[in-house]
């Protein structure tokens, strides 16, 4: 049975970074597999972040370029995307995604929430 399972996803200040994890099955975990990061905003539509294609290069949406990095670990069968410099648009659920042999291989997603919070109330008085 194949399986994408991500981890890594969380709640993050602005400026901020995180790293996702996607452990994928040795079975499509190929050098000529097309594996990917796509994300979903809510009330928009799925929107591909990052690639690592058959060749080897690294295709990023205009909107991370300098900030986010896509790697791949062939030991591990892991697919990563380092995210650094994090804005509020970059909230999301994020997707592994890879595609081999004419299949499309989905997991379930993680949330990457970018805000400043609620912050806290502070008053002082004589």
């Known amino acids: 049975q194949v399986q994408l399972v991500e981890s890594g996803g969380g709640s993050v200040q602005p400026g901020g970074s995180l790293k996702l994890s996607c452990v994928v099955s040795?079975?499509?975990?190929?050098?000529?597999?097309?594996m990917a990061w796509y994300r979903q905003a809510p009330g928009k539509e799925r929107e591909l972040v990052a690639s690592?294609?058959?060749?080897?290069?690294?295709p990023y949406a205009d909107s991370v370029k300098g900030r986010f990095t896509i790697s791949r670990d062939t030991l591990t069968n892991t697919l990563y995307l380092q995210m650094n410099r994090l804005k509020p648009e970059d909230t999301g659920v994020y997707y592994c995604?890879?595609?081999?042999?004419?299949?499309?291989?989905w997991g379930p997603g993680t949330q990457v929430s970018v805000s400043w919070g609620q912050g806290t109330q502070v008053t002082v008085s004589s």
């Open positions: 995604n890879v595609q081999y042999r004419g299949s499309n291989y």
């Open positions: 040795q079975s499509i975990f190929s050098r000529h597999a097309l």
């Open positions: 690592i294609t058959s060749g080897g290069g690294t």
